[in-house]
């Protein structure tokens, strides 16, 4: 599957100093000879057609970068990840380089270890020794790396505001390395792009609360049903065929004073159809930095409640979301 919205960038002359720090963001690497075949067997993607990238490249196509989750026995998404793999220059093995939400990245590194066994695969969070830092664009350029060994980048799909498209890149590098900015603006107009984009990121509020479909990661090219097995593998595939989801990821929006308890990922949504049963949750939250006192949400919602509207926010009592539309077709189930 092909990363749906996803331009090549252009090559560019914009440096490290123009990039963000994303404290909320994490990195694995799993390398080894057995590391490709490893991940093939533990993720609901597949990562055996992964373009390498050598550095200082940034993996820039739909065929050098993966969207793909972590299941649990029950098809529950444990984690959500970005991969792109890099050609090292100490061996022949590639680096496999996983992206992901920084508060569960030890978990899941850890987790991952526990079906090594007899796998020549080495799995290493790096999260607190490396910096990753985001740059976004609306003309399509991409960055220069400092590091030919120890930077790695990867291009995420792009997000369409307003009519114009903005590019986003993911780069990690080493604390000696970092060169980037601190800057609220920019950290806030990255979270926004990221929410605005409805690919959603596992957070460890929001860990084994869905089937990769409530949350829509089918239609946004993070599952692959023609691979091999996976931990919960059979749940995915028989929601797929059984037309058996009756939720699914919403983009949705408040306006007025930001609460971020209030809108913090994993608050439940509630509908006045059903007020003592939650009809969702927060998946993703950020103010928008464009438009003053309004808020951008992706929800997990049923969507029997999404029809009827009238969605409420932490409580039956809470203030109505009002719901805005996807930026990508939903694949038939």
């Not at 050098?64 to 026995?73: M, P």
């Not at 797929?240 to 983009?251: A, D």
């Not at 039956?316 to 930026?327: E, F, R, Y």
């Amino acid at each position: 599957m092909t990363i749906p919205s996803q331009n090549t960038p252009t090559a560019g002359k914009t440096s490290l100093s123009g990039l963000t720090p994303l404290p909320q963001w994490g990195l694995i690497l799993v390398q080894g000879s057995d590391a490709k075949s490893f991940l093939q067997n533990q993720l609901t993607n597949t990562v055996m057609g992964i373009e390498p990238t050598t550095p200082p490249s940034i993996a820039q196509t739909p065929g050098s970068v993966r969207l793909a989750g972590y299941c649990n026995a029950k098809g529950r998404l444990m984690a959500s990840t970005w991969i792109a793999s890099y050609q090292s220059t100490h061996s022949d093995d590639l680096i496999f380089a996983l992206f992901l939400s920084k508060d569960i990245a030890a978990s899941f590194a850890k987790r991952l270890s526990m079906f090594v066994l007899r796998s020549k695969v080495s799995i290493q969070d790096v999260s607190d020794q490396w910096i990753i830092s985001g740059c976004y664009s609306n003309t399509h350029e991409i960055p220069e790396l400092n590091n030919t060994e120890e930077d790695f980048g990867l291009h995420l799909p792009d997000v369409l505001v307003r009519g114009e498209a903005y590019s986003r890149i993911l780069l990690a590098h080493k604390s000696s390395n970092a060169n980037s900015n601190e800057s609220t603006n920019m950290l806030m107009q990255w979270n926004s792009l990221e929410v605005l984009s409805a690919i959603p990121r596992i957070v460890l509020a929001t860990q084994e609360q869905f089937v990769p479909q409530m949350i829509n990661f089918e239609s946004v090219a993070g599952v692959d049903f023609k691979k091999g097995c996976y931990p919960g593998q059979e749940i995915v595939a028989r929601s797929q065929y059984r037309g058996v989801i009756k939720r699914r990821l919403q983009l949705a929006h408040l306006e007025g004073t930001y609460d971020a308890a209030l809108s913090a990922p994993g608050v439940e949504l509630f509908h006045k159809d059903d007020p003592m049963q939650p009809a969702g949750m927060v998946v993703l939250s950020a103010p928008n930095p464009q438009i003053a006192g309004r808020v951008d949400f992706q929800i997990e919602c049923k969507l029997e409640a999404l029809e009827h509207r009238e969605i409420h926010l932490g409580s039956i009592d809470g203030p109505v979301l009002k719901i805005d539309t996807l930026p990508y077709p939903l694949l038939e189930i």
